[in-house]
């Protein structure tokens, strides 16, 4: 393995920043950033309160407590609204360094490293896409696939691809399977189990979801990135989507695509640029150093900041490109999104303590907690203002100020702009806006999805790594229903609850809006899109 010294100069010329945690933390920089977060919450909560208690009055200790619950929910939102604004604008911003550029310095002995493409695969394995990503133009690459498959027809379809590649061993090598006995530890259990076990001699892993696929000079591109900087322990590419035959995939794969690169791009501006789960090349002494992949959903937020305690950095390359399925229906939407808000939960709860940890940059704490807090808070503010509707309409007070609806409308809509400013260049602002109401609608309907989460891990149960579902079935209504039951029945409440207490639904608008909503998705999404 090929190594630099962590006192030798950067391509550039600079010297890397020490490690963090070498010297013995101050107070500040232990609680410099709970600080902040706090003082910014109360600042905004009050900010809120007043604006509501000038508009509404309230004249109960019911309205008193409604309206205090709304403005906290309020000022929290303004916060995940505030992050994602600041990320969307450094992301317009000139490139930084840890936006990647090949390294200066000429490495021939890179051809020498050993790389494994890791192929995780759970029943949704896809030949394609592993037949054309293994013909690397590093000449030490080797593809292995990490079979947690238990249908016999997919664990067949794998060994049908081993057998066509030793025929082909001349040319691109032969494919490698990795099974175990168990499923334990998710898919990072899976890649672990084969690092202790089979990675003695390999340098590097590309981590590779099932229907991803990676172009032939991606290892060796990735490589040259990650040793043209000592800290860096992980090149992430960006992730793109494949056009798909779905309406939903149609209306919504441009704006996961754009959001995502968004993200990736203002984080890496700041210097903390993360690990996606896949779609990355990986040191390997660097993954043994902190004991391989935490075996937890969100293993990809797990690891950034197991590195980054260890002063070791992740290196972002918009130019290193992969392509993926994006979520073919609602419900793999649906899927995808609660796994991450379980996982999000499971991390909370076992890093309880990363607003203090002075061994991460106060950016990165400030970072990694509100974007794991940020689906919570989603669903807290449709609880929260649910309770101050009631109030208001039972003691015949005016709503939420326009004020306030404009400003959450605003900050809520930021992850959408980079593709609502697509839009308008592409078809208007008329395209644009109706872009900006499906995609606001899109987003507001999982609260429900959100809540089960976090109450499932929040009682205790066991946070879920549930593969996303493939292929879209064009569901009836009927099984529509019974899989937005959750939705149809917290509308139901609501609905029963604002009748009883204030003699209207219109407090229950919110609940029956997203159950709507969940329910025309799924009934439209998964229809073929018209060519």
């Not at 754009?258 to 903390?272: E, N, P, W």
């Not at 899109?442 to 149960?461: F, H, M």
């Not at 139901?492 to 609940?511: E, H």
Request: with cysteine; glycine share 8%.
């Amino acid at each position: 393995m090929l190594t630099t010294g962590p006192d030798e100069p950067h391509p550039d010329g600079s010297r890397p920043r020490p490690r963090h945690g070498e010297n013995v933390p101050g107070p500040l920089a232990t609680l410099g950033p709970a600080l902040a977060l706090a003082v910014s919450w109360t600042v905004l909560s009050a900010a809120a309160w007043l604006v509501l208690v000038s508009a509404t009055r309230p004249a109960s200790p019911l309205t008193w407590t409604t309206t205090t619950l709304a403005a906290t929910a309020i000022a929290a939102a303004w916060l995940v609204g505030i992050r994602a604004a600041v990320l969307l604008v450094a992301a317009t911003r000139r490139s930084h360094p840890s936006v990647g550029r090949r390294a200066r310095i000429p490495r021939p002995e890179l051809d020498d490293l050993v790389v494994a493409l890791l192929y995780t695969t759970a029943d949704d394995f896809r030949a394609d896409v592993v037949e054309r990503s293994m013909r690397q133009t590093h000449p030490r690459t080797r593809t292995v696939v990490l079979d947690d498959s238990r249908g016999a027809g997919t664990r067949a379809a794998v060994d049908a691809v081993v057998s066509r590649t030793e025929a082909a061993a001349g040319t691109v090598g032969a494919v490698q399977v990795v099974r175990r006995t168990d499923r334990r530890g998710f898919k990072a259990g899976n890649i672990n189990n084969y690092l202790r076990h089979h990675a003695d001699d390999v340098d590097a892993v590309v981590i590779i979801d099932a229907d991803q696929e990676i172009g032939p000079d991606f290892v060796r591109t990735a490589l040259h990135h990650l040793h043209a900087i000592p800290q860096v322990a992980v090149v992430q590419g960006a992730i793109r989507s494949r056009r798909g035959e779905t309406r939903f995939v149609r209306d919504f794969r441009r704006m996961f695509d754009t959001h995502l690169r968004a993200v990736s791009a203002g984080r890496a501006r700041f210097d903390m640029a993360t690990f996606a789960g896949r779609g990355a090349l990986l040191d390997v002494r660097a993954l043994r150093d902190v004991g391989g992949l935490p075996e937890v959903v969100t293993e990809d937020a797990a690891l950034t900041l197991e590195l980054a305690r260890r002063g070791r950095t992740v290196r972002y390359v918009p130019g290193l490109v992969s392509v993926e399925d994006a979520p073919t229906d609602y419900t793999a939407f649906t899927t995808q999104f609660g796994k991450f808000t379980e996982g999000a939960m499971q991390l909370l709860g076992r890093d309880r303590g990363l607003l203090f940890d002075a061994r991460l940059r106060p950016a990165r704490r400030l970072d990694v907690f509100l974007d794991l807090v940020s689906p919570l808070v989603g669903a807290v503010m449709l609880v929260s203002l649910f309770g101050f509707a009631l109030a208001a309409a039972a003691e015949r007070m005016p709503g939420i100020p326009v004020p306030l609806g404009a400003s959450l409308g605003i900050l809520g809509s930021v992850p959408l702009l980079p593709e609502a400013i697509r839009s308008v260049r592409r078809g208007g602002p008329v395209t644009a806006a109706l872009f900006l109401l499906r995609g606001g609608l899109l987003y507001a309907s999982v609260a429900i999805v959100t809540l089960r989460a976090v109450l499932r891990v929040g009682l205790g149960i066991r946070a879920r790594f549930v593969v996303t579902p493939k292929n879209s079935d064009r569901a009836g209504l009927r099984t529509v229903v019974r899989r937005r039951r959750p939705e149809l029945a917290a509308a139901a409440a609501s609905v029963l609850v604002a009748v009883l207490m204030t003699g209207t639904v219109a407090p229950a608008g919110a609940f029956c809006v997203v159950a709507a909503t969940a329910v025309g998705y799924s009934l439209v999404g998964g229809r073929l899109a018209r060519s």
